[in-house]
């Protein structure tokens, strides 16, 4: 409640989300039927639209009390990068790095909150990049080569090849499982359609953020191609070439040319913003 009229919320609002979220009860269904009533003592109500707002704002007051003074590299001002509960520390010495986790832990326990040291991992993004130190209750952090946040693979080289592999390889065990329906019958214009809704929307998400080298290029035209034998039953053996299969399906090479486009059309899209996407394209770093 004290977090609530920090923000400015009135006393009635307070009251009406005391109501809802105080004293709550829930029943677990099971196959011989429902147990009895057990009382919730912490977290948000499951499905309430108000829960995911309660939720940042409470965790938003954790992170600005634990870390307010902290940080030797800011990007737009800020030493955190938070999506829900997941939490990014940013940092350039591993002794401040150490005094952030301990003041956030610390912080977090007199929140109620625990930090799981399994969940934990630490990455230095370097050219020679060394194992970071950094302990939680005298337990070293796990340090990871990459790491997924938010559907994307970052590395400790800060290339995208990676995550790259790893959407063409989940858009063609995709089109794996529905090969009968992109090589059946069906007009050929509708199976490009199809192909390029399901298929190219998996591997090309997150494309807008991505910087591609030259076997970049060739991983997604592999793709590219792929695709289109798939499509057409066209195996190696056949010794088709690839000019003749664009010319079968009435194509040319268009997957790098779609990154392109989407790039263009986000790019615009985030200059005309006053945000930290825009601070980060064309902020300047200071010192030197």
Same mark, same amino acid.
């Given at each position: 409640?004290?977090?609530?009229?920090?923000n400015?919320?009135?006393?009635?609002?307070?009251?009406?989300?005391?109501?809802?979220?105080?004293?709550?009860?829930?029943?677990?269904?099971?196959?011989?039927?429902?147990?009895?009533?057990?009382?919730?003592?912490r977290?948000?109500?499951?499905?309430?639209?108000?829960?995911?707002?309660?939720?940042?704002?409470?965790?938003?007051?954790?992170?600005?009390?634990?870390?307010?003074?902290?940080?030797?590299?800011k990007?737009?001002?800020?030493?955190?990068?938070? @999506?829900?509960?997941?939490?990014? +520390?940013?940092?350039? %010495?591993?002794?401040? !790095?150490?005094?952030?986790?301990? $003041?956030?832990? &610390?912080?977090?326990?007199?929140?109620?909150?625990?930090?799981?040291?399994?969940?934990?991992?630490?990455?230095r993004?370097?050219r020679?990049?060394?194992p970071?130190?950094?302990?939680?209750?005298?337990?070293?952090?796990?340090?990871?080569?990459?790491?997924?946040?938010?559907?994307?693979?970052?590395?400790?080289?800060?290339?995208?090849?990676?995550?790259?592999?790893?959407?063409?390889?989940?858009?063609?065990?995709?089109?794996?499982?529905?090969?009968?329906?992109?090589?059946?019958?069906?007009?050929?214009?509708?199976?490009?359609?199809?192909?390029?809704? @399901?298929?190219?929307?998996?591997? +090309?998400?997150?494309? %807008?953020?991505?910087? !591609?080298?030259?076997?970049?290029? $060739?991983?997604? &035209?592999?793709?590219?191609?792929?695709?289109?034998?798939?499509?057409?039953?066209?195996?190696?053996?056949?010794?088709?070439?690839?000019?003749?299969?664009?010319?079968?399906?009435?194509?040319?090479?268009?997957?790098?040319?779609?990154?392109?486009?989407?790039?263009?059309?986000?790019?615009?899209?985030?200059?005309?913003?006053?945000?930290?996407?825009?601070?980060?394209?064309?902020?300047?770093?200071?010192?030197?």
């Amino acid at each position: 409640m004290q977090i609530l009229k920090g923000n400015g919320i009135d006393w009635r609002g307070r009251r009406l989300i005391s109501n809802l979220y105080m004293a709550q009860s829930v029943k677990v269904r099971l196959n011989r039927g429902e147990t009895r009533s057990l009382m919730i003592r912490r977290g948000v109500r499951q499905g309430c639209f108000l829960s995911p707002i309660l939720f940042n704002l409470y965790s938003e007051c954790l992170t600005k009390e634990s870390l307010e003074g902290f940080g030797d590299f800011k990007i737009g001002g800020k030493i955190t990068v938070k @999506y829900a509960d997941e939490l990014v +520390l940013i940092f350039k %010495e591993e002794k401040v !790095l150490q005094d952030m986790t301990d $003041k956030l832990i &610390e912080t977090g326990r007199c929140y109620g909150m625990e930090t799981n040291v399994e969940k934990t991992k630490a990455m230095r993004i370097s050219r020679q990049p060394f194992p970071v130190k950094n302990m939680i209750d005298q337990k070293q952090v796990e340090n990871v080569d990459s790491f997924k946040y938010l559907g994307s693979i970052l590395t400790n080289d800060g290339r995208c090849t990676c995550e790259i592999k790893s959407r063409i390889a989940m858009a063609k065990a995709t089109f794996n499982k529905k090969r009968a329906l992109f090589t059946s019958t069906l007009d050929l214009e509708l199976r490009k359609k199809l192909l390029k809704c @399901y298929i190219w929307s998996i591997t +090309l998400y997150g494309a %807008e953020t991505w910087t !591609l080298r030259a076997v970049d290029q $060739k991983h997604l &035209e592999s793709f590219e191609m792929w695709c289109w034998r798939r499509m057409e039953k066209i195996i190696w053996t056949d010794h088709v070439r690839n000019e003749e299969v664009f010319l079968i399906v009435k194509e040319q090479r268009n997957i790098l040319h779609e990154i392109s486009k989407r790039k263009a059309n986000w790019i615009g899209h985030i200059l005309g913003r006053n945000c930290l996407l825009q601070r980060v394209i064309e902020g300047k770093i200071k010192g030197g």
